[in-house]
């Protein structure tokens, strides 16, 4: 794969991922295989942008002091921001007809 720095499978949690360096932008897209396949809770020390696929996601976010939020549902296409030092999981809640993916995005400093 021409440009991908990383790539990885993550098997038990139905998710591969790649990573690649593009306009100044670090760039990780995670491909979840089944509905059920998740990102596990996890923070950066940087904050970041993401953007879903088709489908629908379940996001948790958990704040810096441990304030957990319910999961929200969120429709594939949509756009968003994870602070840095906020922990998120993401959940393929609803297959889209084609694999699940968030991409998520930071600037390289």
Same mark, same amino acid.
């Given at each position: !794969? ?16 790649? !990573? ?12 979840? !295989? ?9 923070? +950066?020390?940087?904050? +970041? ?11 948790? =976010?958990?704040?810096?002091?441990? =304030? ?20 998120? +999981?993401?959940?393929? =809640? ?16």
């Amino acid at each position: !794969m021409a440009g991908v720095t990383a790539y990885e499978s993550d098997i038990p949690n139905g998710r591969v991922w790649a !990573m690649w360096e593009a306009d100044g932008y670090q760039h990780r897209s995670n491909i979840l !295989m089944h509905e059920g396949a998740e990102i596990p809770m996890h923070a +950066h020390s940087y904050a +970041h942008d993401y953007r879903l696929g088709v489908g629908e996601y379940g996001l948790v =976010v958990e704040s810096p002091e441990g =304030v957990k939020e319910a999961e929200r549902i969120i429709e594939g296409g949509s756009t968003g921001h994870v602070p840095a030092w906020w922990k998120h +999981h993401f959940r393929l =809640v609803k297959w889209g007809g084609a694999p699940g993916q968030v991409d998520c995005y930071w600037r390289v400093e």
